[in-house]
């Protein structure tokens, strides 16, 4: 058992905040208004395959340096299959397979998501996005590092709020740790409080036995002791008594 085992397996609650977009060419205000609330929603629901918008994936793919990987489906197969796994055994979802659909995780039970299972997959998550270039990490990658994506162009205030929107998803991850961390070390100091009260008892309980031999073997000892002495007692042999000519005959020797 580890402190993953201590995760709150749990959605999000990153707020969308009010950023003002700009109308530009090939996208208005309003719509990107919407990519971004869709984006922090599937955050928030840690990449569940039912959130993932078509708007997500037409921005990805048409402004943000992304290969459209055939469809959304095969988009999502992609980057997030780690969260498909997470959602099959933690909440059950699970969809029919399609052609270039690679999020089709069958053969996994659904163990619900205060199963051990579900709490290590729901950690795989965070570790595929920290420090992978596979996966998640490489979607993230793409989205925080990409060149032809954030800081200039038609798309620059959408791409500011969906990578501050990321950045708050790990800063959440990183503190929902520090919280499973902090559990299992409590639980740690309680085991081992536990296990040391337990061999205090069972010293006790030792003792009280070796205690209540050492009183049997006294009281053997005693009964032993005192038999040896009546025995004594009895079979000594008693002096003779002398008689009057017997103290003549002393004085005339």
């Known amino acids: 058992m580890d402190a993953r085992n201590f995760l709150k397996?749990?959605?999000?609650?990153?707020?969308?905040?009010?950023?003002?977009?700009?109308?530009v060419k090939f996208m208005?205000?309003?719509?990107?208004?919407?990519?971004?609330?869709?984006?922090?929603s599937f955050l928030n629901n840690h990449f569940k395959p039912t959130i993932f918008k078509k708007d997500i994936y037409e921005?990805?793919?048409?402004?943000?340096?992304?290969?459209?990987?055939?469809?959304?489906?095969?988009?999502?197969?992609?980057?997030?299959?780690?969260?498909?796994?997470?959602?099959?055994?933690?909440?059950g979802f699970e969809k029919e397979p399609t052609e270039y659909d690679g999020f089709?995780?069958?053969?996994?039970?659904?163990?619900?998501?205060?199963?051990?299972?579900?709490?290590?997959?729901?950690?795989?998550?965070?570790?595929?996005?920290n420090g992978t270039r596979n996966g998640l990490g490489a979607f993230y990658d793409t989205i925080i590092n990409n060149r032809n994506y954030g800081g200039y162009g038609d798309y620059a205030d959408l791409d500011k709020?969906?990578?501050?929107?990321?950045?708050?998803y790990l800063e959440t991850w990183r503190y929902e740790i520090k919280?499973?961390?902090?559990?299992?070390?409590?639980?740690s100091k309680d085991e081992e409080v536990l296990r040391l009260q337990h061999e205090q008892e069972e010293a006790?309980?030792?003792?009280?036995?070796?205690?209540?031999?050492?009183?049997?073997?006294?009281?053997?000892?005693v009964k032993?002791?005192?038999?040896?002495?009546?025995?004594?007692?009895?079979?000594?042999?008693?002096?003779?008594?002398l008689s009057l000519f017997d103290l003549l005959e002393q004085e005339v020797a």
């Open 104 to 129: 089709y995780v069958g053969g996994l039970k659904h163990e619900g998501k205060d199963s051990l299972s579900a709490k290590q997959a729901f950690y795989q998550i965070y570790e595929e996005l």
């Open 59 to 91: 921005h990805c793919h048409l402004h943000c340096g992304f290969i459209a990987h055939y469809n959304i489906n095969g988009f999502y197969g992609e980057y997030f299959g780690t969260a498909a796994r997470f959602h099959k055994i933690a909440n």
């Open 179 to 187: 919280l499973a961390i902090k559990a299992y070390d409590k639980f």
């Open 9 to 23: 397996v749990q959605n999000f609650k990153l707020k969308v905040e009010n950023f003002e977009f700009e109308d």
């Open 204 to 221: 006790r309980r030792k003792a009280k036995e070796l205690e209540i031999q050492a009183q049997k073997i006294e009281d053997k000892l």
């Open 28 to 40: 208005t205000s309003t719509q990107k208004s919407k990519i971004y609330k869709n984006f922090v």
């Open 224 to 241: 032993h002791s005192s038999s040896i002495s009546t025995s004594s007692k009895t079979t000594a042999v008693p002096k003779k008594q």
């Open 161 to 168: 709020a969906i990578k501050d929107a990321f950045y708050k």
